[in-house]
């Protein structure tokens, strides 16, 4: 069975340094690999996706298929990144699934 | 153009009855998206369809859960005799064509509570 793990549930950082979300999946297929955020009080969106290798607000994260990861990165974080981040993964084999991640609360200090 | 909507936006019902909660995908999106937000369960994927059909119900919690999808747009999430562990908000999102392959818009969501 296919498993998400978000190691850290809540994590701060200050404005201006590197954040990292860390994010573990376990799939014996070829996995496609999603990142949501949530601001608060506002709909969840999509952040970025894998397979298209985008940069969105900053944000990146590479597929690494050794280390089974998909982390979440941004090189300065900024105040308005603070929200709740999910990690999530297809799989499009004989059961269509997506499963997600615990998620993390990410908090940007001033 | 609007955006996904979500009807009610707040629903409170009382064990062992039936809700219907319905989505209004963006105008011209085929592909349509249901999920779950809980304190206990975190986020959860349900169900998706392409056009008015959903290819994996297995993502749906239990038999008391349906879905359905009507001339490619309007789509309702069915809880028959609801127990309190429904309670959660229910998400809808529509993209354009390739399920998961574009970006998804989301609905505000439907809060539901079980009494």
């Known amino acids: 069975a296919q498993r998400v793990t978000q190691p850290e549930k809540l994590l701060s950082v200050f404005k201006g340094a590197p954040v990292e979300l860390k994010c573990n999946y376990s799939y014996s297929g070829s996995p496609e690999l999603f990142w949501y955020v949530q601001y608060s009080r506002q709909r969840l969106q999509l952040l970025l996706r894998?397979?298209s290798r985008e940069s969105i607000k900053g944000f990146t994260a590479d597929l690494n298929k050794g280390e089974t990861s998909f982390h979440l990165k941004k090189p300065f974080a900024q105040e308005e990144d603070s929200a709740m981040y999910y990690c999530?993964?297809?799989?499009?084999?004989?059961?269509?699934?997506?499963?997600f991640g615990s998620g993390t609360q990410l908090t940007v200090l001033p | 153009g609007a955006g996904v909507s979500q009807s009610p936006s707040n629903k409170v019902t009382e064990k062992g009855k039936d809700v219907e909660l319905r989505c209004d995908p963006i105008?011209?999106?085929?592909?349509l998206y249901w999920y779950r937000q809980s304190l206990g369960q975190g986020l959860e994927f349900l169900i998706y369809f392409q056009g008015n059909s959903a290819p994996d119900k297995s993502g749906l919690p239990s038999d008391r859960f349906s879905a359905e999808r009507t001339g490619g747009s309007v789509s309702t999430l069915t809880i028959q005799r609801t127990q309190q562990e429904d309670s959660a908000v229910y998400l809808c999102a529509s993209s354009l064509v390739q399920p998961f392959q574009e970006t998804q818009y989301f609905g505000p969501g439907t809060r539901l509570l079980v009494l």
């Open positions: 999530a993964l297809w799989s499009s084999g004989s059961a269509r699934q997506l499963t």
């Open positions: 894998h397979i």
């Open positions: 105008s011209g999106h085929t592909a």
